[in-house]
Nanobody, 126 residues
Framework: QVQLVESGGGLVQAGGSLRLSCAASGRTFSGYAMGWFRQAPGKERELVAAISRFGGTHYGDFVKGRFTASRDNVRNMVYLQMNSLNPEDTAVYSC????????????????????WGQGTQVTVSS
């Protein structure tokens, strides 16, 4: 089992940057594929980034090179660097974990994940 705690959200002006962090508990963190998802009011949850056990990444179409996801298997951390933010990026951002047998596989669908953090609010003002 793993527990996830996100941090780093906040209010930022359009064009600005934020770095989200997700701290994972447990000694088997490297066995989990990770994901960042977001949900805005009235909208469906959508993939921001999926990260394989070895750090390979896959991004949602809207990212368009603005975000970079990474993980540190020594510190049990996952990060999401977000640049060139715009008001449409306003949402609650959550990290998620899925026990993964294969080290190179990432999971783009939110219903594949087993564990979720509580989320952190990101608000981008125009």
């Amino acid at each position: 089992q793993v527990q996830l705690v996100e941090s780093g959200g906040g209010l930022v002006q359009a064009g600005g940057s934020l770095r989200l962090s997700c701290a994972a508990s447990g000694r088997t963190f490297s066995g989990y594929a990770m994901g960042w998802f977001r949900q805005a009011p009235g909208k469906e949850r959508e993939l921001v980034a999926a990260i394989s056990r070895f750090g390979g990444t896959h991004y949602g179409d809207f990212v368009k090179g603005r975000f970079t996801a990474s993980r540190d298997n020594v510190r049990n951390m996952v990060y999401l660097q977000m640049n060139s933010l715009n008001p449409e990026d306003t949402a609650v951002y959550s990290c998620a974990a899925k026990w993964a047998i294969y080290s190179g596989t990432y999971y783009p669908a939110y219903d594949e994940y087993d564990y979720w953090g509580q989320g952190t609010q990101v608000t981008v003002s125009s």
